[in-house]
C-alpha cells in the first residue's frame, strides 16, 4: 500500500507544480465596454481593452486600506480588518481611515498602482481591474495580508448594509474568496476573486446582474457556481474543473491526512492543503 500512496504523492506532487486552473482563459471581444475585466493565472495576464481605465473602486479599496493597517496599524485596528472585508463594512473603513489617513496613498505608492487615485477618501478611491487583480495577486501568500482573504473566502452573504455578494467574479468556477462593491446607488458594481493559480478582477457600469453576466460571457473554460460564494464547501462536494467537465475532488489537506499512516518520509508535507485531487485516485488509496 506504501508504494500505491507514493505513487499517488508523485502525482499530487506532479498535479500542483501544474497552473491548476490552467483551463480558465478570457475572451476580451465578449465583454461589453461597460465592463473592464483582468485575469492573471500562471504569470500571464488576459484583459480587456479598457483595463487600464480608473474607475470607482468602491469597497475594494478596502483591500487597500486593509493592507496597511495589518502591517503598520495597531493590534487592535489588525483585529478589525479581517471583519472589514467579510461583510464590506463601511464604519470599520471610515474609523481606520481616520486613524491612518496615509493608509490607501502609502499602498498605492508601495505597489507602484499607477492606475489607482485616493482622492481623499477610501470611498472615493479610484483604480483599475489591472491594479486591483496585480495586487491581489501579489499579496496573496503573504502571511501578514491573510486576515485579508480570510475575509474573502468567507464573505458573508449579506454585507453590513444589508445588500447582497452573490455577484460577478464570486460566479466564476475555481473561485476561493471575493470581496465586492457597489455605488450607493447600485449603478456601478465591483468583485476581485482569487483562486488556485488565477486572480480576476472586474468592474462594471451597470447593476449585479449585468456585472456577472459580462464577467461569466468572457470567461472560457469553466462553468459557473451555482451556489452562494460564501458558502463553505464540505468534504465530498468539491469539483474539480477540466475545461467543461467537473470531476468529484478532495482538497491536498484531507489527502496528507487520508495518507499520513503510509508516508513515512513526509513527503506530503509539499502538497498546498487547497489544491483540489480527483476523488478517483484517491480512492485508490485506503484511509488509515
Known amino acids: 500500500m506504501r508504494k500505491i500512496a507514493a505513487a499517488l504523492l508523485s502525482f499530487t506532487l506532479a498535479l500542483s507544480a501544474a497552473p491548476a486552473a490552467a483551463a480558465i482563459t478570457l475572451n476580451p471581444g465578449a465583454v461589453p465596454s461597460r465592463t473592464q475585466i483582468t485575469l492573471q493565472i500562471g504569470g500571464q495576464q488576459f484583459s480587456t481593452p479598457n483595463s487600464g481605465e480608473s474607475r470607482p473602486a468602491l469597497s475594494l479599496s478596502k483591500l487597500y486600506l486593509g493592507h496597511w493597517v495589518l502591517h503598520h496599524g495597531a493590534p487592535e485596528d489588525k483585529a478589525k480588518v479581517e471583519h472589514m472585508i467579510r461583510v464590506s463594512d463601511d464604519g470599520v473603513a471610515s474609523q481606520l481611515e481616520r486613524t491612518y489617513p496615509s493608509a490607501i496613498p502609502d499602498t498605492i ?13 477610501w470611498g472615493n478611491t479610484s483604480t483599475s481591474s489591472n ?5 491581489v495577486a501579489e499579496t496573496r501568500n503573504d502571511p501578514v495580508s491573510a486576515p485579508l482573504f480570510n475575509g474573502m473566502a468567507t464573505a458573508s452573504p449579506v454585507a ?81 474543473y477540466l475545461g467543461s467537465t467537473s470531476i468529484p475532488a478532495i482538497t491536498g ?20 492543503n487547497e489544491l483540489l485531487v480527483p476523488t478517483a485516485l484517491s480512492d485508490a488509496v485506503p484511509a488509515c
Open 109 to 121: 505608492a508601495a505597489f507602484g498602482l499607477g492606475q489607482t487615485r485616493h482622492n481623499g477618501y
Open 131 to 135: 491594479d486591483v487583480a496585480r495586487f
Open 160 to 240: 453590513a448594509d444589508g445588500y447582497a455578494q452573490d455577484f460577478g467574479t464570486a460566479r466564476v468556477a475555481g473561485v476561493q474568496g471575493t470581496k465586492f462593491g457597489w455605488s450607493d446607488d447600485r449603478n456601478v458594481h465591483a468583485t476581485v476573486s482569487y483562486g488556485p493559480g488565477f486572480t480576476i478582477a472586474a468592474n462594471t457600469y451597470g447593476t449585479p446582474a449585468a456585472h456577472t453576466a459580462d464577467v461569466l460571457g468572457a470567461i472560457i473554460g469553466a462553468p459557473v457556481i451555482p451556489t452562494s460564494p460564501g458558502a463553505p464547501s464540505s468534504p465530498g462536494t468539491r469539483e474539480l
Open 253 to 272: 489537506a484531507e489527502l496528507k491526512a487520508k495518507v499520513a499512516c503510509q508516508d513515512p518520509h513526509n513527503l506530503r508535507q509539499v502538497i498546498p
